[in-house]
């Protein structure tokens, strides 16, 4: 039979990638990635370091230069390799990325009177100009509407859509009172190949509407009309302009359009899956399932689960959102994460720069690999960058603990790693705690990928073993494997992902007596964790450090 | 009239230094510094790190040459100087120190059977060999006479005295049975050249006496016999043998010796001080009084205070010892310390290495000068070597907290010199709280000569005035003022030190404003000193990572 294959394309922060995938096994046949061509690395900024967006221009251009490339590349690698074997198409971005477009769903950045306004563009997932918007939202949902905030973790954020569009409309209305309504970048660009743009065709993934703009169908979608008022009349006035569709990635949000079809050389009309974020569609691409916990390690993690929605699911505190549908359709998907994992590495190598040219990761990781669990004597909390699972809470920072007059730089950064392990303990505790069962933690991400030693110490910190998804752009072929439901290749993801997903041979198994030291030391973690990030008593402390020293005796023994 | 002039001999860790001090203004006209012969540096080591031994013979030796080259050198810089001008000299040396002699008051290092065992040699104040019997005599102690420990903190420590002693007898029998009774260096030194080191003639100062030896007037002089045998009944029979002639610094134990005048071409007769430690003789020479702390800033810090003993004083708990005599006769000497603080710093340029080769502790400091108080948002404790006063615990360990994405090793740095600083105040004030009222604060030693960034931190985070001694050499000038005031030059200290010491032009007077910043900071470091230092309850602690916030976002601004 005539092989088959789908695209995904992976809008990231600073390029997008279009990835062409076998449909049959996963086969990812080729690939390319273009680098936006706005801004610095594809970020236009300004004086105020909050800000951060994208040029829209950046995301159509991207669509058709990338996947250009990848189709020619597959022509290279693959025998006999036709485009119109190409049977589908999935999108996954960053997000959320909101921009405002006109009543015609075309981004008011393409006016020439917008062309170099930020207001008009995207707003990016990391610009973080609307704090005091979110604090209004977060304080007006907690007294009016307090179910809101329980399925987002209590806080409404800067980085979401809400916070977003009130911050356009308090800071630049020209730009507000110029637009119709307000997209996701995941929904932008799937409404972009389907020709779908049109507020009367346009289709929202719920990903997206779920996590970030508070849409849940069992208080009929967005947040209401009377709530969004209290914050802004015009807030109010847009709900009735967002669209009322919404979908999980199995949909189709329409056929790749005739003029899209003759600029990439794709069949008219394959299916356009609805779009979500790269997360969730990275964790198809690692092989999710109930019971299976997706690890995404980067800079931060993204740590993502899902539960059928036929089960009774307690509102689990602390985490980034529950959302029907967000990951697998008929699934809760249930997001975690850790603030910093990678970037409390590199902020040791790149900030510190211990030990002179010895202080690159491999030279750390080198020596971190030679130490026991314990022996260095050091305790540390992973909260350099705020602790978003389970606490919630940015205004934590980082500490260690144990130093003395002999710490070594490795020993520092084996206690940087170890309490990155910890924080993802503690996120897998919570889940069991409220009914979630994880019984098995698939990784993907670079630091999964690359650095097997910090792969280890998860493995003994957790006592689970740690698995890796086979493929290296697991986002991208989420994206693939959604787009091979779209098209009706596979009926559900289950069937998807058994053939086009997998994980490595090397799974990280955990040693027994390393886990057993580090219980003993997650308990002294728990400890500093709560002492230092709840509002409660917490008796004594004063045999941390003592504690510290015995472990670490016995280890050296 | 003829100028005359004292001798002050210190014996530091590896070396030993005399320096030739006019008695009329303190004016030191030369000096000269000896490496000891044996072991590395002068510290004979063995495979078991804990062991640091000294061989006397380099004490004798060094008294030699220093004195010898130091006249050589006076007579080059003084026209018309000669050493028949010299009145008396002193001496300071580390401890306890202490070695085992014959009958005769000769090393039993100096015979030919014994002049290669580590036990015969003098047991440097460092040699940590002993921590099972300080154990072991702590516990006596708190059973049968918790008086005893009520003068020294509470807990006898591996480095002293009678943990050496006990040591010995353990485990090296030949050399403790062969010996006739211990002396400590700073005893021995005075006997030698005095030719006072028979039993019947040997005099213990009461510094080394008080503070290591737990010598006290008040129940007659060393600990009981009773006592000494429940440890060891030889132990109770060696207290026979101790002298009980126990001198202050401003008594002669005796005249030169013939034999050293013509060696070293100095008057016989002229008068030996009694011995006492470097931190206190340096205390008299940076100028203390009663109402003055002297801090002796090096490696660690040895923070020492008089109070005239006639005053009611109270144990103050956590002190290293309260001994009648030990600095000033009439005044008690009470004497605190910090574990590290010279040592913090070289740990993170040393051991840390951080920013490669910008990672000087000049660069370091200059990055440090930059940053106002509470900007780093980071805090820290100074226990990375435990924490000698007041916790007397030397199983504590270091701390940081603050961390974020951006933390710089200047600002690391600036933590540590700033948790050093924290750790001298909560010094001053528990001398306040127990009624010790500290009126002016005399810094001394390297750290203080060198780094006006440490010492405007130290006046701006206490609020009051840091003076810095004069001499560059207090510990030997103290030696010589000693010597001054043994010599009949002067007819007590208070005089002698009006003339022979001060302090430099460039007071380090405290900026209100950054008083206020750390008077806030300071809050918070006693509440984690408290947390993990004091065995008690301590309420909550998740506001402190929030207040360092706050206090860095109004530094900041």
Same mark, same amino acid.
């Given at each position: 039979m005539?092989?088959?294959?789908?695209?995904?394309?992976?809008?990231?922060?600073?390029?997008?990638?279009?990835?062409?995938?076998?449909?049959?096994?996963?086969?990812?046949?080729?690939?390319?990635?273009?680098?936006?061509?706005?801004?610095?690395?594809?970020?236009?900024?300004?004086?105020?370091?909050?800000?951060?967006?994208?040029?829209?221009?950046?995301?159509?251009?991207?669509?058709?230069?990338?996947?250009?490339?990848?189709?020619?590349?597959?022509?290279?690698?693959?025998?006999?390799?036709?485009?119109?074997?190409?049977?589908?198409?999935?999108?996954?971005?960053?997000?959320?990325?909101?921009?405002?477009?006109?009543?015609?769903?075309?981004?008011?950045?393409?006016?020439?009177?917008?062309?170099?306004?930020?207001?008009?563009?995207?707003?990016?997932?990391?610009?973080?100009?609307?704090?005091?918007?979110?604090?209004?939202?977060?304080?007006?949902?907690?007294?009016?509407?307090?179910?809101?905030?329980?399925?987002?973790?209590?806080?409404?954020?800067?980085?979401?859509?809400?916070?977003?569009?009130?911050?356009?409309?308090?800071?630049?209305?020209?730009?507000?009172?110029?637009?119709?309504?307000?997209?996701?970048?995941?929904?932008?660009?799937? $409404?972009?190949?389907? !020709?779908?743009? #049109?507020?009367?065709?346009?289709? /929202? %993934?719920?990903?997206? =509407?779920?996590?970030? @703009?508070?849409?849940?169908?069992?208080?009929?979608?967005?947040?209401?009309?009377?709530?969004?008022?209290?914050?802004?009349?015009?807030?109010?006035?847009?709900?009735?302009?967002?669209?009322?569709?919404?979908?999980?990635?199995?949909?189709?949000?329409?056929?790749?359009?005739?003029?899209? $079809?003759?600029?990439? !050389?794709?069949? #008219?009309?394959?299916?356009?899956? /609805? %779009?979500?974020?790269? =997360?969730?569609?990275? @964790?198809?691409?690692?092989?999710?399932?109930?019971?299976?916990?997706?690890?995404?390690?980067?800079?931060?993690?993204?740590?993502?689960?899902?539960?059928p929605n036929t089960a009774q699911l307690a509102d689990v505190p602390g985490l980034c959102g529950i959302v029907d549908g967000s990951v697998l359709p008929g699934h809760f998907g249930l997001e975690a994460g850790q603030s910093a994992v990678g970037d409390i590495f590199n902020w040791f190598v790149n900030y510190i720069q211990p030990g002179g040219k010895a202080g690159t990761h491999e030279a750390l990781t080198a020596g971190a690999a030679k130490l026991k669990p314990g022996e260095s004597g050091l305790l540390a909390l992973d909260w350099n960058n705020g602790n978003r699972t389970i606490l919630v809470d940015q205004r934590l920072t980082g500490l260690m603990l144990g130093q003395t007059l002999y710490t070594t730089p490795a020993e520092i950064y084996r206690a940087l790693i170890e309490a990155t392990a910890f924080g993802a303990l503690t996120i897998i505790n919570r889940f069991e705690e409220y009914g979630v069962k994880i019984k098995q933690v698939l990784n993907c991400g670079g630091i999964a990928e690359k650095n097997p030693v910090v792969m280890q110490i998860y493995a003994d910190v957790t006592g689970r073993p740690m698995k890796i998804s086979r493929s290296a752009q697991t986002c991208a072929l989420g994206a693939a494997v959604a787009a091979a439901v779209a098209s009706g290749v596979y009926g559900n993801f289950s069937a998807a992902q058994r053939k086009m997903t997998g994980i490595k041979p090397t799974v990280f198994k955990p040693n027994a007596k390393a886990h057993g030291v580090y219980k003993q030391l997650y308990a002294l973690y728990r400890r500093l964790h709560d002492a230092f990030g709840l509002g409660e008593d917490h008796g004594r402390l004063d045999d941390v450090m003592k504690q510290l020293i015995e472990i670490r005796n016995r280890a050296r023994r």
């Open positions: 005539n092989p088959r294959y789908t695209i995904g394309l992976d809008y990231g922060t600073n390029s997008v990638r279009a990835l062409v995938v076998d449909v049959a096994n996963g086969k990812e046949v080729a690939s390319a990635v273009w680098g936006y061509a706005h801004g610095v690395e594809g970020v236009i900024l300004s004086r105020d370091p909050n800000l951060a967006r994208q040029h829209p221009a950046d995301y159509v251009r991207g669509a058709e230069v990338t996947i250009r490339r990848a189709l020619a590349s597959a022509r290279k690698s693959v025998r006999g390799f036709e485009a119109g074997q190409i049977v589908g198409i999935g999108v996954d971005t960053t997000g959320s990325t909101p921009l405002p477009v006109d009543s015609k769903g075309q981004p008011l950045a393409f006016r020439r009177n917008f062309a170099n306004n930020p207001a008009a563009m995207a707003w990016l997932w990391k610009d973080h100009t609307s704090v005091a918007e979110a604090a209004e939202i977060t304080a007006a949902a907690r007294q009016w509407r307090p179910h809101y905030l329980a399925k987002c973790g209590g806080i409404y954020s800067s980085e979401w859509f809400w916070s977003k569009i009130l911050h356009c409309l308090r800071t630049a209305p020209a730009v507000f009172n110029a637009s119709h309504s307000w997209v996701e970048l995941a929904d932008y660009v799937p $409404a972009v190949l389907s !020709g779908t743009e #049109a507020p009367d065709q346009f289709t /929202a %993934g719920v990903c997206a =509407a779920g996590h970030k @703009a508070m849409w849940n169908a069992n208080w009929d979608g967005y947040p209401d009309a009377e709530f969004l008022s209290k914050l802004d009349p015009k807030l109010g006035s847009l709900r009735k302009r967002l669209t009322t569709r919404i979908a999980t990635v199995d949909k189709s949000v329409g056929g790749l359009t005739p003029q899209w $079809a003759r600029k990439l !050389g794709l069949t #008219a009309g394959i299916p356009i899956a /609805a %779009g979500a974020f790269d =997360a969730h569609l990275g @964790a198809i691409g690692a092989g999710i399932a109930p019971g299976a916990l997706v690890k995404i390690i980067g800079t931060s993690t993204c740590d993502i689960t899902v539960v």
